[in-house]
């Protein structure tokens, strides 16, 4: 009965490289599994939890972009646009467990975005985000990378 926020997201990803970032963590991995998830774009979120603030809303929101997206997806676009030499094999989830690449059982779940929506805070969906966070991305990882000192 306190009036609060609270923001569920799920599985973040961003421009910025980051440990703790969905890409980062999922080029790891030599193979990546096929279940589709919901899928929080960082600065879709804070643009998000700004209006809500403003709104002054409180209850519980889900913070996905619309949609869902598999890890096999995500790092076939990164291998396109990011680092075409990257390799990686697709699984199955019951591949994960029956191999023992999984240390727990994963859950898999597709959040729904309609209250969210319904405050008028639209998110593009993740299919469609995915290719400019990954072009974003790779701009990051560029620019990031130290110059080389001419003599």
Sequence with gaps: HFPVLILRLRLPIDVEPNPRNLIDKLIKYPKVINAENSVTVIPDFLEAT??????????IYNMTNPGAISPSVIMGLYKKVVNP?????????????EHGLAKATRSNCIL??????????????INERIVEIMNEYKANLISAKPKSKKK
């Design 50 to 59: 700004k209006k809500l603030i403003q709104k002054r809303k409180t209850g």
């Design 85 to 97: 030499n990257h390799s990686f094999e697709v699984i199955t989830a019951s591949k994960l467990y």
């Design 112 to 125: 729904n975005t309609d209250k969210l929506a319904g405050e008028g805070i639209l998110l593009k969906p």
